[in-house]
């Protein structure tokens, strides 16, 4: 999609390297494949490490992964929004997790979703929840986070 000369946004799906900064290793998140402006909800997929900083000394991913996957996420759509509205994305940092649960942790390399919806903002600062469900549609990890975003 065209938004003016210069600017051309990607269609859905997009690779998550189009629209945020972080790079392997430190990018968990493969690509946005659904954004939906008026309910503020997206869709987001991934495939869990099968090595690196997030994957433990037994071969397990490490619950923090889910909260990064979740802030990735935001961080895709954010980009995303920007290119629609022709606004480069501002940086992005995490500033809080609220009512963070796991119920199981990802097998390595499990091919995974994550679905957020921003439920609000106030200046910089984002508020959202998000869940990271399995293959099966089964809720693997859920909660809220709070993201600052420099404009």
Not at 80 to 88: A, N
Not at 95 to 108: D, P
Not at 127 to 133: A, E, F, I, R, S
Request: proline share 5%; charged share 25%; hydrophobic share 50%.
């Amino acid at each position: 999609m065209k938004i003016n000369e210069t600017i051309t946004v990607p269609a859905l799906p997009c690779a998550a390297a189009v629209l945020v900064p972080q790079r392997p290793p430190m990018l968990v998140i493969d690509r946005l494949v659904a954004r939906d402006r008026l309910a503020n909800f997206s869709v987001v997929e991934a495939a869990a490490p099968v090595e690196g900083v997030f994957v433990d000394y037994d071969n397990t991913v490490l619950p923090e992964y889910f909260i990064e996957l979740i802030a990735q996420a935001m961080a895709a759509v954010n980009g995303y929004d920007g290119l629609v509205d022709g606004e480069e994305a501002g940086r992005g940092f995490l500033v809080g997790i609220e009512k963070f649960s796991w119920r199981r942790i990802a097998a390595v390399g499990e091919k995974l979703r994550v679905e957020i919806v921003k439920d609000y903002e106030f200046g910089p600062v984002s508020v959202m929840t998000g869940k990271v469900l399995d293959d099966r549609g089964e809720i693997l990890a859920d909660g809220g986070i709070k993201a600052w975003e420099e404009k």
